[in-house]
Nanobody, 126 residues
Framework: QVQLVESGGGLMQTGDSLSLSCVCS????????MAWFRQAPGREREFVGR?????????HYSSAAEGRTTVSRDNAKKTVYLRMNSLKPEDTAVYYC??????????????????WGQGTQVTVSS
């Protein structure tokens, strides 16, 4: 079973920058599409950004994340990263990383992913 372990997060202030890491246990990591989602209390899990294994790691972001978020990966370390700048209280959520063993067109849909981390809480105070 593939394991994904997130780290980082915690209590942040408005305007801070967030850095999260997610380490994958699989030796096949370099071939995975990796993504970050988040889920606020009472809301559905929401796509934040993803990085493909193809096309030199092409990235896509949600409209809420675009322009202030970077998803990157280090295949040698089997790690995917999320950096989000200019944090707002509405960024408060549990952040999850996810992995897909195959190329997926509907990368914004949680059900398209095969493996999930346990999540890490990010709280942004005003």
């Amino acid at each position: 079973q593939v394991q994904l372990v997130e780290s980082g997060g915690g209590l942040m202030q408005t305007g801070d920058s967030l850095s999260l890491s997610c380490v994958c246990s699989s030796s096949l990591f370099a071939g995975y599409t990796m993504a970050w989602f988040r889920q606020a209390p009472g809301r559905e899990r929401e796509f934040v950004g993803r990085i493909d294994w193809r096309d030199s790691g092409a990235t896509h972001y949600s409209s809420a994340a675009e322009g202030r978020t970077t998803v990157s990966r280090d295949n040698a370390k089997k790690t995917v990263y999320l950096r989000m700048n200019s944090l707002k209280p509405e960024d408060t959520a549990v952040y999850y990383c996810a992995a897909s063993e195959k190329y997926i067109a509907n990368f914004g849909v949680p059900g398209a992913y095969d493996f999930w981390g346990q999540g890490t809480q990010v709280t942004v105070s005003s």
